[in-house]
């Protein structure tokens, strides 16, 4: 069965910092890991989509990577804004299907 | 840009009572989900659809939940007999459905749903 983890489950910085959110995920099993963002009340956005034949992507100031044999992926977000605020979660297919497993998220505030 | 469109946003029911929740996918997306995220948990993985058919349903799906395309571009979830623990956010999202890895989720506003 296929279990994402994420931490920190919260993280309050700065303005301008430079930051990490981590996944761990059980089943190596994947064709691809997407990260999202959730703001609250409202839905999921899509940030990026890293393939498993691939170490990591790049969008803006966002950057994942992906080690599929370790089962972990994280998230760089560069100098950080307050309009980043929010939840960020991932999500991995479970046994190859099209169904998503969702981490729990980490709920970021990035403080003026 | 194109978007995942759900109705309503916020539906009051009572528990027994039957609700229709309706999404409009992406024009030319060929996978339909549902998912569900109970406040304050995880989002939760209900069914998906490919072809006029679910291709893939979780355990949450049971009897009381079906889904429909009723007409080429609406897609819809039905809870014949609400229970007071089917009130979430439902989610609806769509994918173009390519065989790579590439598959990316587009997610709706969601519609909360809450059963009194």
């Known amino acids: 069965k296929q279990e994402v983890t994420q931490i920190p489950a919260a993280l309050s910085v700065p303005e301008g910092e430079n930051l990490v959110l981590n996944c761990s995920f059980t089943?190596?099993?994947?064709?691809?890991l997407q990260w999202f963002r959730q703001d609250p009340g409202k839905g999921l956005t899509s940030l990026l989509l890293?393939?498993?034949?691939?170490r990591e992507q790049t969008s803006g100031r966002l950057n994942a990577s992906l080690d599929k044999s370790s089962g972990r992926s994280t998230l760089y977000i560069a100098a950080s804004q307050p309009g980043d605020s929010a939840t960020y979660l991932c999500a991995v297919p479970y046994n190859y299907g099209q169904n998503f497993v969702f981490g729990p998220g980490t709920r970021l505030s990035v403080l003026p | 840009e194109p978007e995942v469109t759900q109705t309503p946003s916020h539906q009051v029911t009572q528990m027994g009572q039957e609700v229709i929740l309706r999404c409009v996918p992406i024009?030319?997306?060929?996978?339909f989900y549902w998912y569900r995220q109970i406040l304050g948990q995880k989002v939760e993985f209900l069914v998906s659809?490919?072809?006029?058919?679910?291709?893939?349903k979780s355990e949450i799906f049971d009897d009381q939940f079906s889904v429909e395309r009723p007409d080429g571009s609406n897609f819809t979830l039905k809870i014949r007999s609400t229970k007071l623990e089917d009130s979430a956010m439902y989610f609806c999202?769509?994918?173009?459905?390519?065989?790579?890895?590439?598959?990316?989720?587009?997610f709706g506003a969601g519609s909360r749903l809450t059963v009194l």
């Open positions: 089943d190596s099993a994947i064709y691809n």
């Open positions: 024009s030319n997306h060929l996978y």
């Open positions: 999202a769509s994918s173009e459905g390519r065989s790579s890895g590439a598959n990316v989720l587009t």
């Open positions: 659809f490919y072809n006029n058919e679910i291709s893939e």
């Open positions: 890293i393939q498993s034949s691939q």
